[in-house]
C-alpha cells in the first residue's frame, strides 16, 4: 500500500547519487567515454598559484556543455537547473550540499583567461582528434556551407558611416599575374597594379555590436548578423569553422576556412570538395582543382535579363579562341582588362542588320560584348563537365543529410539561429563550444551503441558455445548439424 505524506519534508532519499542517474542518460556516456582532465593542460597556465583557489575549470566547461547539449541558452537558468537534477550534479561531481558555481563564474573566467588564449579553439581541436582516434572521421568527403547567425543587436540602433572597402581580393596577386601572362600571350601591354586604396562607402553599423554585419536575403527579415563558414564529413562530424560578418559574401568567407582545412593531418585524404551555387567562382574551383580535390557544385541559372539570350547559347571555340553567337556570327578577342575578364566583342555592322539584335544587346553602337575571366576553364570543367557525372550525382545529394543537417541541429536544438553575446571573437568561441559539444554527442552515442552490440554479440558466442558443448555431450552425431 503506497504511504501518503502530508507533509513533503517528511519524504527521505538514502540512496547514493549514482544509483539515482539512469544508465542510458547522455551525461553517463560524456563521463564513460571522455577523458575530461585534457581540459587542465589547456587551462592551468592561465591560473596564477598564489590567492585563492580556483573553481575547477572541468566544472565551468561541463556546465556550458551541460547548456549546449540540453539546449537551456542562458548560463543563468543552467545553474538553477544544476541545482535540482541529480544527473547534473553527478555529472558535475557535486554533492547535493557543494554550492552550484555562480552564472557570472564562466564569463569572468572567459573575459579574463580564456578569450586571448584561443581556448575554445583547442577544446574544438581536441574532440575533433579523439574522433579521428576512434577512426570516425570520413573527411574523403568534404561538405560546405554557409549558414547566419542573428547577431545580439537592434536592427533599427545603428549608424550610417563612411567606411573604405578594399577591392583588393585575397588572390590579388597572384591574379594580377596571371592577367599580365595572359596580355603577353594576346600581344598586349602589360598591365601597371598600384596598390588599391580602396572605395569609400557608406555602410550600417550596429551601435550594440559593431562588428556585426547587415543581412538581408530573400523574403528573410533585414537584420545585424554573423555568417558562419562550416566543413563537415559524411557521417555529420564538424571538421573546421569561420566567421564573418554577415554582409560577407560566402564565397569570400571560403577562403580563410579552406586555410583553416589544409592545416588538418588528414588534409591529403581528402578527395572532393562539396559546395552549394555560392561558391561558384572561377577562383574557388581553381584553387580546390590546383589541390588535386574534384569541386562538386550544382547548377547555377545565369544573371540574365528577361527576353535576352543566356549566354550559354553562345558557343566557346577553344581551337579558335572565340564565340559564336546564335546568328552564327563570330565574336572576336579585344583585350584582358584589370579585373581578369578577355573581352569577346562583335562586329556592329553585322550586329545591326541582324535579326536577332534584340534578343542579344541593347547596346546603342549594336555590339555585344562577352567576358570571360582568365580561370574560367575550370568553372566550366566544374558546371559544365563534373556536374553530370555519376560521382556527382552520388555524393552531391548527401548534402540535406549532412551539413544542412547540421544546421537544422544546431538551430532547432541548440540555438544556432541567434546569439546572446557581442563581438565577432565571443560569439565565435561560443560557437566553437557548441559544435564541440555537437560532435561530443554524436561520438559517445555512437560509441556506446558499439560497446553495447559487442556486448550481445559476446552474449551470443557463450551461447553458442554452451549449445555446442551441450550437444557434442547429448547428441555427439548432431553437433555438425546443430553448428550449421
Given at each position: 500500500?503506497?504511504?501518503n505524506?502530508?507533509?513533503?519534508?517528511?519524504?527521505?532519499?538514502?540512496?547514493?547519487?549514482?544509483?539515482?542517474?539512469?544508465?542510458d542518460?547522455?551525461?553517463?556516456?560524456?563521463?564513460?567515454?571522455?577523458?575530461?582532465?585534457?581540459?587542465?593542460?589547456?587551462?592551468?597556465?592561465?591560473?596564477?598559484?598564489?590567492?585563492?583557489?580556483?573553481?575547477?575549470?572541468?566544472?565551468?566547461?561541463?556546465?556550458?556543455?551541460?547548456?549546449?547539449?540540453?539546449?537551456?541558452?542562458?548560463?543563468?537558468?543552467?545553474?538553477?537547473?544544476?541545482?535540482?537534477?541529480?544527473?547534473?550534479?553527478w555529472?558535475?561531481?557535486?554533492?547535493?550540499?557543494?554550492?552550484?558555481?555562480?552564472?557570472?563564474?564562466?564569463?569572468?573566467?572567459?573575459?579574463?583567461?580564456?578569450?586571448?588564449?584561443?581556448?575554445?579553439?583547442?577544446?574544438?581541436?581536441?574532440?575533433?582528434?579523439?574522433?579521428?582516434?576512434?577512426?570516425?572521421?570520413?573527411?574523403?568527403?568534404?561538405?560546405?556551407?554557409?549558414?547566419?547567425?542573428?547577431?545580439?543587436?537592434?536592427?533599427?540602433?545603428?549608424?550610417?558611416?563612411?567606411?573604405?572597402v578594399s577591392?583588393?581580393?585575397?588572390?590579388?596577386?597572384?591574379?594580377?599575374?596571371?592577367?599580365?601572362?595572359?596580355?603577353?600571350?594576346?600581344?598586349?601591354?602589360?598591365?601597371?597594379?598600384?596598390?588599391?586604396?580602396?572605395?569609400?562607402?557608406?555602410?550600417?553599423?550596429?551601435?550594440?555590436?559593431?562588428?556585426?554585419?547587415?543581412?538581408h536575403?530573400?523574403?528573410?527579415?533585414?537584420?545585424?548578423?554573423?555568417?558562419?563558414?562550416?566543413?563537415?564529413?559524411?557521417h555529420?562530424?564538424?571538421?573546421?569553422?569561420?566567421?564573418?560578418?554577415?554582409?560577407?559574401?560566402?564565397?569570400?568567407?571560403?577562403?580563410?576556412?579552406?586555410?583553416?582545412?589544409?592545416?588538418?593531418e588528414?588534409?591529403?585524404?581528402?578527395k572532393?570538395?562539396?559546395?552549394?551555387?555560392?561558391?561558384?567562382?572561377?577562383?574557388?574551383?581553381?584553387?580546390?582543382?590546383?589541390?588535386?580535390?574534384?569541386?562538386?557544385?550544382?547548377?547555377?541559372?545565369p544573371?540574365?535579363?528577361?527576353?535576352?539570350?543566356?549566354?550559354?547559347?553562345?558557343?566557346y571555340?577553344?581551337?579558335?579562341?572565340?564565340?559564336?553567337?546564335?546568328?552564327?556570327?563570330i565574336?572576336?578577342?579585344?583585350?584582358?582588362?584589370?579585373?581578369?575578364?578577355?573581352?569577346?566583342?562583335?562586329?556592329?555592322?553585322?550586329c545591326?542588320?541582324?535579326?536577332?539584335?534584340?534578343?542579344?544587346?541593347?547596346?546603342?553602337?549594336?555590339?555585344?560584348?562577352i567576358?570571360r575571366?582568365?580561370?574560367?576553364?575550370?568553372?566550366?570543367?566544374?558546371?559544365?563537365?563534373?556536374?553530370?557525372s555519376?560521382?556527382?550525382?552520388?555524393?552531391?545529394?548527401?548534402?540535406?543529410q549532412?551539413?544542412?543537417?547540421?544546421?537544422?541541429?544546431?538551430?532547432?536544438?541548440?540555438?544556432?539561429?541567434?546569439?546572446?553575446?557581442?563581438?565577432?571573437?565571443?560569439?565565435?568561441?561560443?560557437?566553437?563550444?557548441?559544435?564541440?559539444?555537437?560532435n561530443?554527442?554524436?561520438?559517445?552515442?555512437?560509441?556506446?551503441?558499439?560497446?553495447?552490440?559487442?556486448?550481445?554479440?559476446?552474449?551470443?558466442?557463450?551461447?553458442?558455445?554452451?549449445?555446442?558443448?551441450?550437444?557434442?555431450?547429448?547428441?555427439?552425431?548432431k553437433?555438425?548439424?546443430?553448428q550449421t
Amino acid at each position: 500500500m503506497a504511504v501518503n505524506f502530508k507533509d513533503r519534508s517528511e519524504i527521505m532519499v538514502v540512496s547514493p547519487l549514482n544509483e539515482l542517474v539512469p544508465e542510458d542518460h547522455l551525461v553517463r556516456k560524456l563521463d564513460r567515454y571522455i577523458d575530461w582532465s585534457f581540459i587542465y593542460p589547456l587551462t592551468d597556465p592561465l591560473y596564477s598559484t598564489k590567492g585563492r583557489s580556483r573553481i575547477d575549470p572541468v566544472i565551468l566547461f561541463k556546465m556550458i556543455f551541460i547548456n549546449k547539449l540540453f539546449g537551456i541558452n542562458s548560463m543563468r537558468k543552467t545553474c538553477e537547473e544544476i541545482k535540482v537534477n541529480v544527473a547534473y550534479r553527478w555529472f558535475l561531481h557535486l554533492s547535493f550540499e557543494d554550492k552550484v558555481p555562480d552564472h557570472s563564474t564562466y564569463s569572468q573566467n572567459y573575459r579574463r583567461k580564456y578569450k586571448d588564449n584561443d581556448v575554445s579553439q583547442k577544446i574544438f581541436e581536441h574532440i575533433l582528434t579523439e574522433l579521428i582516434s576512434h577512426g570516425l572521421i570520413d573527411i574523403e568527403s568534404l561538405f560546405i556551407d554557409g549558414t547566419h547567425v542573428k547577431a545580439h543587436a537592434n536592427k533599427n540602433k545603428y549608424n550610417k558611416q563612411e567606411l573604405i572597402v578594399s577591392s583588393a581580393k585575397a588572390y590579388q596577386k597572384e591574379l594580377e599575374e596571371e592577367i599580365n601572362q595572359d596580355r603577353h600571350h594576346y600581344g598586349k601591354k602589360e598591365i601597371i597594379f598600384n596598390e588599391e586604396t580602396g572605395e569609400v562607402k557608406q555602410a550600417k553599423v550596429s551601435k550594440n555590436d559593431p562588428e556585426s554585419g547587415v543581412f538581408h536575403k530573400g523574403e528573410k527579415e533585414k537584420c545585424f548578423a554573423y555568417s558562419i563558414n562550416t566543413a563537415c564529413d559524411k557521417h555529420g562530424y564538424i571538421v573546421g569553422a569561420h566567421i564573418e560578418p554577415g554582409n560577407v559574401h560566402d564565397s569570400q568567407s571560403f577562403f580563410p576556412l579552406y586555410r583553416k582545412l589544409k592545416m588538418l593531418e588528414d588534409f591529403q585524404e581528402i578527395k572532393h570538395m562539396v559546395l552549394d551555387a555560392g561558391y561558384i567562382t572561377p577562383y574557388i574551383c581553381k584553387v580546390i582543382m590546383d589541390d588535386d580535390k574534384t569541386p562538386l557544385m550544382p547548377y547555377k541559372r545565369p544573371m540574365t535579363k528577361k527576353g535576352y539570350f543566356k549566354k550559354y547559347e553562345y558557343m566557346y571555340d577553344e581551337e579558335y579562341d572565340c564565340y559564336l553567337c546564335p546568328n552564327e556570327k563570330i565574336l572576336k578577342y579585344s583585350t584582358t582588362t584589370r579585373e581578369g575578364y578577355r573581352l569577346y566583342k562583335s562586329n556592329p555592322k553585322e550586329c545591326k542588320k541582324c535579326p536577332f539584335i534584340h534578343q542579344c544587346t541593347g547596346n546603342k553602337k549594336f555590339q555585344k560584348v562577352i567576358t570571360r575571366h582568365v580561370w574560367d576553364d575550370y568553372k566550366e570543367e566544374t558546371v559544365n563537365h563534373i556536374r553530370h557525372s555519376n560521382l556527382w550525382k552520388e555524393i552531391y545529394p548527401q548534402r540535406k543529410q549532412t551539413i544542412e543537417r547540421c544546421f537544422a541541429d544546431a538551430k532547432t536544438k541548440y540555438g544556432l539561429g541567434f546569439t546572446r553575446y557581442i563581438g565577432k571573437q565571443r560569439v565565435f568561441d561560443d560557437i566553437l563550444l557548441l559544435f564541440s559539444a555537437m560532435n561530443m554527442k554524436k561520438m559517445v552515442n555512437y560509441l556506446d551503441k558499439m560497446h553495447q552490440d559487442n556486448h550481445l554479440t559476446k552474449l551470443y558466442s557463450i551461447i553458442l558455445q554452451k549449445i555446442e558443448a551441450f550437444a557434442s555431450f547429448f547428441i555427439p552425431n548432431k553437433k555438425e548439424s546443430l553448428q550449421t
